[in-house]
């Protein structure tokens, strides 16, 4: 994570912001994401029995692993749409 945070931070200065346009969603990739993502969080809930301290770490993990997923991607997508080619 930290190296596609570094590469990311070095892309953000060649951000055009004329890369940005309106472009027509594909459901059908969101749907793939979304249920991906589900399956993703079920997967870290069924290692609760495998932790220390359930009460705790259980609900963090579960509330910070897709924040910092989905803000770390987010920077990533930015950055790649905005820089397109150099």
């Not at 346009?21 to 059908?28: H, I, L, Y």
Request: proline letters at 5%; aromatic letters at 6%.
């Amino acid at each position: 994570m930290v190296v596609l945070l570094g590469f990311t931070l070095l892309a953000a200065p060649h951000i055009k912001l004329a890369h940005y346009g309106a472009v027509r969603p594909n459901w059908g990739q969101a749907l793939t994401l979304w249920i991906v993502s589900f399956v993703g969080l079920e997967i870290t809930a069924s290692f609760q029995g495998e932790m220390r301290q359930q009460a705790t770490n259980a609900p963090r993990a579960l509330l910070l692993a897709p924040l910092l997923a989905a803000g770390l991607g987010a920077a990533i997508v930015a950055v790649s749409v905005g820089v397109g080619r150099i």
